[in-house]
């Protein structure tokens, strides 16, 4: 079975970072179809940062600066390092695999004014 699954978030003051991580399993794991998103309540899943086929990375502008993502294919693992984090940073964040479409079960970040 595909498995992602998450880990890293928690509450953090602003300013401060975090580091999420997910692990993938179950499949063939391909590092650059990997992506985060998050969802903030009341609002729909937005891409924050992704691994391109071409081996580049995309950001959301909100986020430019701010975040990196990275992995380890060997290990499976693609990373979120979140550095400067502001309030409206805060929302559930999800790894994502599309060349499986699958999701996992998010990871809750809060950051404190």
């Known amino acids: 079975q595909v498995q992602l699954v998450e880990s890293g978030g928690g509450l953090v003051q602003a300013g401060g970072s975090l580091r999420l991580s997910c692990a993938a399993s179950g499949s063939i794991f391909r590092l650059y179809a990997m992506g985060w998103y998050r969802q903030a309540p009341g609002k729909q899943r937005e891409l924050v940062a992704r691994i391109t086929n071409r081996g580049s990375t995309n950001y959301a502008d909100s986020v430019k600066g701010r975040f990196t993502i990275s992995g380890d294919n060997a290990k499976n693992t693609v990373y979120l390092q979140m550095n400067s984090l502001k309030p409206e940073d805060t929302a559930v964040y999800y790894c994502?695999?599309?060349?499986?479409?699958?999701w996992g079960q998010g990871t809750q970040v809060t950051v404190s004014s």
């Open positions: 994502y695999d599309r060349d499986r479409d699958y």
